[in-house]
C-alpha cells in the first residue's frame, strides 16, 4: 500500500486461505493505521479455510 495517505482506502476487507500470510498482511494493515473493525469470518470452500478481516482507518 502507498505512503500517500490521500491514497489509503478508509475501509478495507482482507481474505484470503488462513495461514501465516493472511495473518502477516492483517498485521502490516494495523502497522499503516488501520483497525480492526468486526470480528474476523471463517468459511471452507472444500479444500481449506478462508478467513476475511474488515478494517478501518480512522479519521485524522
Not at 492483517?26 to 468459511?43: F, K, R, W
Amino acid at each position: 500500500m502507498s505512503d500517500d495517505s490521500a491514497a489509503r482506502l478508509p475501509y478495507r476487507l482482507l481474505t484470503g486461505p488462513d495461514d501465516s500470510t493472511f495473518c502477516e498482511r492483517v498485521s502490516d494493515a494495523i502497522a499503516e493505521g488501520y483497525q480492526l473493525y468486526g470480528s474476523p469470518a471463517v468459511t471452507f470452500d472444500g479444500e481449506r479455510v478462508i478467513a476475511a478481516q474488515a478494517l478501518i482507518l480512522p479519521a485524522f
